[in-house]
């Protein structure tokens, strides 16, 4: 391998991920509205896991189901890839949001990044204290501890516009209900998610199209990787503090190299290097559209982006479904 030029090979990879995400969002979308959480995850986790093994990489996963008793697949380790190629790191959610998919509700996706090896923050999974912002604001110019008051009004000063006008995406728990008070004080209008917040972040990339120029609150630290993965790609700013409020949690997180619990991480902290960067849609979203099925056939959305250069592609592909894809019915 020594004579391939890697990044000649990561432009491959980047391309070569789609398919990974269109895998399983497809799987994914077969179990759509069925209410059946654990069969949807399922689904999607096999069909990313059988594409990933076919790429030209030593793939670890970092970013995973979980540790390896918990998740039989795509386990917090495992190595993937057809094992020839560069030595990557990657961080996946084969169905970000599977209570969304069993509803039919707006935004679940497949989603994976990836970069070189110990690249990217092997974060426990426990919450995450989390502020994201779309690019085109000065670095550092929010800061995760500020009071939600002092974070509008920075970002409406830099928009030039009132509270009113801008739009913070929160996940909807009772956790947030003391945050949620101080932002509606605000002015600011809140979207309420109920799941989904590496959507929720990605959104702010494009407040024209998806109507949320920032996040705050908490969420799945793992959710937060991937989210500063696609910020690395798409432009942005995250700032992440792990939640270890108990000794289990602490030394959990001592043992996967964490030392500074108290830590804000920024996005290069999260996943440094060239990140590659794939979702595709499962439901219809604000950004991506959904899978959607006709007579034979599977339209996929797709976003792929590669922090180095930061080109973002858009890709709709139409799958011929059989010989392809697994039927449920
Ligand atoms: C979020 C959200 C995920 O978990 O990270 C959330 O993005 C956090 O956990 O889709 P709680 O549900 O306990 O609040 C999900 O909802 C599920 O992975
Ligand atoms: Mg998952
Ligand atoms: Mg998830």
Partial sequence: MADIDLSAMDRVLTLELVRVTERAAVAAAMMRGRGDEKAADQAA???????????????RVVIG??????????FIGEEVGNGDGPEVDIALDPLEGTTICAKNLPNSLAVIAIT???????????????????????EDFIEL??????????????KDVRAHELTACILDRPRHQKLIEAVRETGVAI??????????????????????DFYIGSGGAPEGV??????????????????????????RAERMGISEPRKIYSKEDMASGDVLFAATGVTDGNLLQGVSFRRGVAMTHTIVTRSHTGTQRWVRAKH??????EFID
């Fill in 145 to 158: 501890d500020m009071p939600p008051a002092e974070i509008v009004r920075r970002i409406a000063k830099e």
């Fill in 116 to 138: 070189h090896r110990n690249g990217l923050l092997n974060a426990p999974d426990v919450y995450m204290d989390k502020l994201a912002i779309g690019p085109g604001f000065p």
């Fill in 226 to 251: 991937l989210a500063a993965a696609a910020l690395r790609c798409m432009g942005g700013q995250i700032w992440g503090r792990l939640t270890l409020d108990t000794d289990e949690k602490r030394s």
């Fill in 45 to 59: 986790v096999d069909a990313m896991r059988n594409e990933l093994n076919r790429l030209s990489i030593r793939g």
């Fill in 65 to 74: 189901e979980g540790e390896r008793d918990e998740a039989p697949m795509l």
């Fill in 191 to 212: 979207r309420l998610i109920g799941d989904g917040d590496v959507a929720g972040i990605i959104h702010t990339t494009d407040p024209e199209t998806t109507g949320i």
């Fill in 320 to 325: 011929i479904v059989e010989d392809k894809f």
